[in-house]
């Protein structure tokens, strides 16, 4: 199965599973553990804005920064600059925090509710390039359904 057959598989199960849940938190744990499972990434999950921080939420793998200020590294540069960043080879990026030595590629995509940005789902790879187009198009998809 192709990459994009397989988020045309699991669209409907994300769908499913925020369906009449309106509890911020639960969607994340959900989603976070329906991504990390189908796609077997290294790291899946979310980081919430708390103020000027990206304070970590739910999430699948190994453990993980707690706080992230709003234009560091990929995920608070997300938030900053209100767009999905993907980052072949995290060593390369500027500013880049090394959760894990084990991270190479990266995707993060803005969570947002009536307008403004609550949160990033946060998606590392062992491989390096590792996300392209079809992930950012159909992780955007979830994101609008959360």
């Known amino acids: 199965m192709t990459k994009e057959e397989t988020y045309l ?10 369906s009449g849940e309106n509890d911020l938190i ?5 989603i ?45 540069t997300t938030w900053l600059r209100e767009q999905t960043i993907i980052v072949d080879d995290v060593h390369k990026f500027e500013g880049h925090i090394a959760c894990s030595a084990e991270s190479n590629s990266e995707i993060v995509v803005p969570l947002r509710k009536d307008g403004q940005i609550v949160a990033v789902l946060d998606i590392d790879s062992r491989d390096f390039s590792n996300f392209d ?14």
């Open 26 to 30: 639960a969607n994340m744990a959900n």
């Open 32 to 76: 976070a553990a329906l991504l990390h499972h189908t796609f077997r990434f290294w790291w899946t999950g979310f980081y919430r804005v708390e103020g000027d921080e990206l304070v970590l939420g739910p999430f699948q793998g190994p453990i993980a920064c707690t706080r992230i200020k709003k234009g560091r590294g990929v995920c608070g």
């Open 9 to 18: 598989t699991l669209l409907p199960q994300a769908e499913a599973l925020l």
């Open 133 to 146: 187009a079809i992930d950012q198009l159909y992780l955007e998809k979830i994101m609008e359904l959360m």
